[in-house]
């Protein structure tokens, strides 16, 4: 009890320190003199909510030593900038992370961990796992967002833990309004988490010789599924486009499909924020539903990675004090305000201790156990595409669709994948 209550007056003191942050793309703490000052050039994505609650740690850790400064710039379109910009540290996908170790854009961080006192066994093993590479960590893992399952306390007395539990749901809705559905299949948006997801959960090894391989059976009749969830148990509506898990959950799909309304959403966990400020108290999280096989759940993660250009020591030295104060509770926690799951495991048992306060991060955290690193291959995004973008939408777009019509598709998609992996350096 003794250390939660000092953790809770450190938390405290910490959020006094960092004050409101500043809506600036890029800044250092304001009021500072950093002329003597070793600068860290710091490039994030985070141009939606969540980036105010980065800076909020930012300008702690300038606030809190005379040293150095971390220069943060926020940009929706920080990937192509960190590779022509000047940047000594940068947040990269754990999709990513592959692509950037081989194209020699980021250094291992190993040294840099030492330097600050920190252990891979400070994370959670999946955290581990989404930073490292070929065996070695090229970044250190900031969290985990895995696809998410939202639910309304209003249509659902217990959240759905297998399909089954779906199809029960579906019945005991229909029985009260038709115009209530347990989930909605989206053709476009976060189908890659619903394509791995699936995949994991039936035990699928997508992975051959640095390249994903889709042309596999199992693979099609998993995702005959989803196919299945819509035209032969009908617990989605049908013709839902972008998002339309999310729009459906909050009774906001367009079209034929503007009646409709779904009990459940599993979608990710940044639209918490938009269906808590709708449902209030009335909005449950839990993990996703077995819906194959095995409890398995996909997602992508935010690592901080360290840029290959930077040799000078002076500068590395920052970068392991800020480390240093970013993977402590009092500090990372405000990355959990956010909604994020962080996987420092002191961070996380503070959550777990405060479970009420941070239900989503504390709920995803649950989820780590059965998280399912995406494959490390190079240009994960472009040899996924075709999938993403062409064979899931067709899957839950024709209900006469058979095994051998996606697996034609599946073998387009392996076939792009390998064009791709060939371009690898």
Not at 88 to 93: C, E, W
Not at 174 to 198: H, Q, R
Not at 266 to 284: I, R, V
Not at 359 to 383: D, H, M
Request: aromatic share 10%.
């Amino acid at each position: 009890m003794k250390s939660v209550k000092w953790l809770s007056i450190a938390l405290a003191t910490s959020l006094a320190l960092t004050g409101c942050a500043s809506k600036n793309q890029q800044s250092a703490s304001p009021n500072t003199n950093t002329s003597q000052k070793v600068t860290i050039n710091f490039i994030n994505g985070f141009t939606g909510g969540d980036g105010v609650f980065m800076k909020k740690i930012t300008d702690g850790f300038n606030q809190s030593q005379d040293k150095y400064v971390i220069k943060e710039t926020q940009d929706k379109d920080h990937y192509t900038k960190f590779k022509t910009g000047n940047y000594d540290l940068v947040v990269i996908h754990t999709v990513n992370l592959k692509t950037y170790k081989d194209d020699g854009m980021i250094q291992e961080v190993t040294p840099i961990m030492d330097k600050a006192g920190i252990k891979a066994s400070d994370f959670d093993p999946a955290g581990v796992n989404v930073a490292t590479v070929d065996g070695k960590m090229y970044a250190l893992p900031l969290d985990i967002h895995p696809l998410t399952m939202l639910y309304n306390k209003d249509l659902v007395s217990q959240p759905p833990a297998t399909y089954a539990d779906l199809v029960k749901l579906q019945s005991q809705l229909k029985a009260k309004d038709p115009n209530l559905y347990a989930l909605g299949v989206p053709s476009s948006g976060l189908v890659e988490f619903y394509i791995m997801t699936m995949a994991a959960q039936n035990g699928i090894n997508l992975l051959k010789d640095n390249y994903l391989n889709f042309a596999q059976p199992e693979l099609a009749d998993a995702l005959l599924s989803f196919n299945k969830m819509i035209y032969k148990d009908k617990i989605s509506p049908a013709g839902l486009g972008l998002d339309g898990e999310f729009q459906t959950f909050m009774k906001s799909a367009k079209d034929s499909n503007a009646a409709v309304q779904s009990a459940v959403a599993l979608t990710g966990p940044w639209f918490y924020s938009a269906a808590k400020e709708k449902y209030g108290d009335k909005l449950g999280v839990a993990p996703i539903p077995v819906l194959g096989k095995q409890a398995a759940v996909y997602g992508n993660a935010h690592t901080i990675a360290v840029s290959a250009k930077v040799k000078d020591q002076k500068v590395l030295d920052g970068i392991a004090e800020f480390y240093k104060y970013l993977y402590t509770p009092q500090n990372l926690i405000h990355w959990a305000e956010s909604g994020q799951a962080p996987v420092h495991k002191a961070t996380m048992d503070y959550i777990a201790a405060h479970k009420d306060q941070y239900p989503l991060s504390y709920v995803n955290e649950q989820q780590f156990k059965s998280f399912a690193t995406p494959v490390r291959v190079y240009q994960y995004g472009e040899q996924i595409r075709y999938m993403n973008e062409t064979v899931f939408a067709k899957v839950v777009s024709n209900p006469n669709i058979t095994k051998d019509d996606i697996m034609k598709e599946l073998q387009t998609a392996t076939d792009k994948a390998k064009q791709i992996a060939a371009t690898h350096p």
